[in-house]
């Protein structure tokens, strides 16, 4: 499964900005779907997790800023980021599973998108 991200950019804070997530066309129906960003010397962090049954999972810091959803043919995975903060900035990338044991975390997806940069001015 070949994962690629779109939609990042440079955004002002307050601002939004929606990343998709698509396999080449394939759908990511029976897939579990992570977002994981990691910021200039940091460590990859867990952003929000879609199950296949599309049950929604979110990190404390984007809990009610950020919205993960599907399209209907579970072709794409969107996150939608609302009132971005400079703390936001990082590269994001999309992560996939048929199933993950434990949803935030990196180590149980087993494929990868390239990632695409965001970043929030203040």
């Known amino acids: 499964v070949q994962l690629v991200e779109f939609g990042g950019g440079l955004v002002q804070a307050g601002g939004s900005l929606r990343l998709s997530c698509s396999a080449s066309?394939?759908?990511?129906?029976?897939?579990?779907i992570g977002w994981f960003r990691q910021a200039p010397g940091k460590g990859r962090e867990f952003v929000a997790a879609?199950?296949?049954?599309?049950?929604?999972y979110y990190a404390e810091s984007v809990k009610g800023r950020f919205i993960v959803s599907r399209d209907n043919a579970k072709i794409t995975v969107y996150l939608q980021m609302n009132s971005l903060k400079p703390e936001d900035t990082a590269v994001y990338y999309c992560?996939?599973?048929?199933?993950?044991?434990?949803?935030?975390?990196?180590?149980?997806?087993?494929?990868w998108g390239q990632g695409t940069q965001v970043t929030v001015s203040s």
């Open positions: 879609i199950d296949s049954t599309s049950t929604t």
């Open positions: 066309g394939r759908t990511l129906r029976m897939y579990s």
């Open positions: 992560a996939a599973d048929r199933l993950p044991r434990a949803i935030m975390n990196g180590e149980e997806y087993d494929y």
